[in-house]
């Protein structure tokens, strides 16, 4: 009986420490982390509603970093391999073509305009030298069929950048490249729940690990940028057990309560609320 009930209790403890293991973000240092903390990040830049400045453009970047703000950014590759700060995959929502971004050059791409405005598509390296290090940055590198070589840009280019950055991304082998080649840099899972997963499309085992962050294993994420609304009991154990706590997209000052940093867009919040 006592042996039965060994194996039962080491069973049970084992079942328990299986998802302690999984979720377990990485550590990062008070000097890491204080760039970040208790900051206002504008997203896209400070782009604006009717789209008279719109997002992602270095219009948007140059007012956040004029008024203070730490901004949010995507960053993708164009079929020529350059880095370009571009949301979408395709271009039919912002530029009006049919195309995806990654099949058109830079040459092609620095054509378009963005929302019907005067700004085009800028280059990654376009928008550090406007940012200049006035604000601390989240690159968001997409999920795209070149993965690795978007990594290996984007980091290049940063290694010469005096400023504050942070990654992250939805995809959490692309946050594993960054964990295994630039752990200089904070690194975070970008998530959501389960039920928004399926609604993007995806099947229901991959949505539940993601939006449960059971993939935290292959990254270790410092930081989870979870969307606004309830995070469900696996995420908030592992922002417990370490892991910062940023907010996206915010369109109100209240979601500031509890959170270390948060992504807001069409208000200007104050720059520091810690």
Same mark, same amino acid.
């Given at each position: 009986?006592?042996?039965?009930?060994?194996?039962?209790?080491?069973?049970?403890?084992?079942?328990?420490?299986?998802?302690?293991?999984?979720i377990a973000p990485g550590s990062a240092s008070k000097r890491q982390k204080a760039p970040f903390l208790g900051r206002n990040f504008a997203h896209?830049?400070?782009?604006?509603?009717?789209?008279?400045?719109?997002?992602? =453009?270095?219009?948007? !970047?140059?007012?956040?970093?004029?008024? +203070?703000?730490?901004?949010?950014?995507?960053?993708?590759?164009?079929?020529?391999?350059?880095?370009?700060? !571009?949301?979408?995959?395709?271009?039919?929502?912002?530029? +009006?073509?049919?195309? @995806?971004?990654?099949?058109? =050059?830079?040459?092609?791409?620095?054509?378009?305009?963005?929302?019907?405005?005067?700004?085009?598509?800028?280059?990654?390296?376009?928008?550090?030298?406007?940012?200049?290090?006035?604000?601390?940055?989240?690159?968001?590198?997409?999920? +795209?069929?070149?993965?690795?070589?978007?990594?290996?840009?984007?980091?290049?280019?940063?290694?010469?950048?005096?400023?504050?950055?942070?990654?992250?991304?939805?995809?959490? !082998?692309?946050?594993?490249? !960054?964990?295994?080649?630039?752990?200089?840099?904070?690194?975070?899972?970008?998530?959501?729940?389960?039920?928004?997963?399926?609604?993007?499309?995806? +099947?229901?085992?991959?949505?539940?690990?993601?939006?449960?962050?059971?993939?935290?294993?292959?990254?270790?994420?410092?930081?989870?940028?979870?969307?606004i609304g309830l995070r469900p009991p696996l995420v908030r154990l592992a922002e417990w057990m370490g892991a910062m706590k940023f907010d996206w997209?915010?369109?109100?000052?209240?979601?500031?309560?509890? @959170?270390?940093?948060?992504?807001?867009?069409?208000?200007k919040p104050k720059l520091k609320f810690k």
């Amino acid at each position: 009986m006592e042996k039965k009930t060994m194996k039962t209790l080491l069973l049970g403890a084992a079942a328990l420490a299986a998802p302690l293991y999984l979720i377990a973000p990485g550590s990062a240092s008070k000097r890491q982390k204080a760039p970040f903390l208790g900051r206002n990040f504008a997203h896209r830049g400070l782009h604006a509603r009717d789209k008279s400045v719109p997002e992602n =453009s270095l219009e948007a !970047f140059r007012l956040a970093a004029r008024a +203070g703000y730490g901004m949010e950014l995507d960053v993708q590759l164009s079929r020529d391999g350059q880095v370009v700060v !571009f949301h979408d995959d395709t271009l039919n929502r912002v530029c +009006g073509v049919d195309a @995806r971004v990654d099949e058109l =050059s830079y040459a092609e791409l620095s054509q378009l305009k963005l929302c019907g405005t005067e700004y085009g598509i800028p280059l990654f390296s376009d928008v550090l030298a406007v940012v200049r290090g006035r604000g601390p940055l989240i690159v968001e590198l997409k999920n +795209g069929r070149r993965n690795r070589e978007l990594c290996e840009k984007t980091y290049a280019l940063l290694e010469d950048y005096r400023g504050d950055v942070c990654i992250e991304s939805f995809n959490p !082998f692309i946050v594993a490249w !960054f964990r295994l080649h630039a752990r200089d840099l904070v690194r975070g899972q970008l998530a959501m729940r389960p039920t928004e997963y399926r609604k993007e499309g995806y +099947g229901g085992v991959k949505g539940f690990l993601l939006g449960h962050t059971l993939l935290n294993v292959i990254a270790r994420p410092q930081f989870i940028a979870y969307k606004i609304g309830l995070r469900p009991p696996l995420v908030r154990l592992a922002e417990w057990m370490g892991a910062m706590k940023f907010d996206w997209t915010s369109h109100e000052p209240r979601n500031e309560r509890g @959170r270390d940093a948060v992504i807001f867009e069409f208000y200007k919040p104050k720059l520091k609320f810690k």
